[in-house]
Structures are given as structure tokens and as C-alpha cells.
Nanobody, 125 residues
Framework: VQLQACGGGLVQAGDSLRLSCAAS????????MGWFRQAPEKGREFVAA????????YYTNSVKGRFTISRDNAKKTVYLQMNSLTAEDTAIYYC???????????????????WGQGTQVTVSS
């Protein structure tokens, strides 16, 4: 499956953004769709994920209560709604997809083989 992410931009602290990740085909229910981010001089960090069948969502602690991951079957798209953004959220955001990931591996970027191109999110304080 090919992925294309968009929706990044330059915003002020406290603002919101919604990222989109369009898939080239409808992922089967077994797919896990994830969002990761990478700040300058840092490794790729897990942000959020969901199972396409809608059964489970996953968030890293720093975004819980601020970010929401969701999907639209008809549009073959996964969204990341980001509220109350802070400067620490500044990074390039990537979407990823992989079938059949065990729960413990969901936050591990090495578990995913399908990646979008990334979209820059910059939050000014």
C-alpha cells in the first residue's frame, strides 16, 4: 500500500492542525495505521496508531488528550487531529502502515514497511 501524507504547516502554540494520510487502497482490517514524527537530530518517535478495523487506538503519553487518530473507510484516509500544539510537537510527521503487528510492536517504527513521504509541522512558541 502506498501512502501520501499532507496537512502540515506553521502554527502558533495552542493552535490545531489535522494531518491526513491517504492510502492507495483500502487497508484490510488486519492493517495497523500509524503516525510517527522525527524532530531534528532525534530518532523517529511513535505518536499514534489505530487498527483499521476500528478495534484499538494507541497513543504515546505526550499526546494523549490532545491528539486523536481516526480513519475514513470511503476516503481510504487516516487522520491525526492535533490540538493544543506546543513547540515540542515540531517535527516531520510520517504515516505508516503494516498488516499483522502485535500490540507490543505497534510503537516500533521498524515494524512498519509502508511509509508516506512526511509532512512538516512547525509550532512557534
Amino acid at each position: 500500500v502506498q501512502l501520501q501524507a499532507c496537512g502540515g504547516g506553521l502554527v502558533q502554540a495552542g493552535d490545531s492542525l489535522r494531518l491526513s494520510c491517504a492510502a492507495s487502497e483500502v487497508p484490510s482490517g488486519r492493517f495497523v495505521m500509524g503516525w510517527f514524527r522525527q524532530a531534528p537530530e532525534k530518532g523517529r518517535e511513535f505518536v499514534a496508531a489505530l487498527k483499521w478495523d476500528g478495534g484499538s487506538t494507541y497513543y504515546t503519553n505526550s499526546v494523549k488528550g490532545r491528539f486523536t487518530i481516526s480513519r475514513d473507510n470511503a476516503k481510504k484516509t487516516v487522520y491525526l487531529q492535533m490540538n493544543s500544539l506546543t513547540a515540542e510537537d515540531t517535527a516531520i510527521y510520517y504515516c505508516a502502515a503494516q498488516p499483522r503487528i502485535i500490540d507490543s510492536s505497534v510503537p516500533n517504527p521498524s515494524a512498519y514497511s509502508n511509509w508516506g513521504q512526511g509532512t512538516q509541522v512547525t509550532v512557534s512558541s
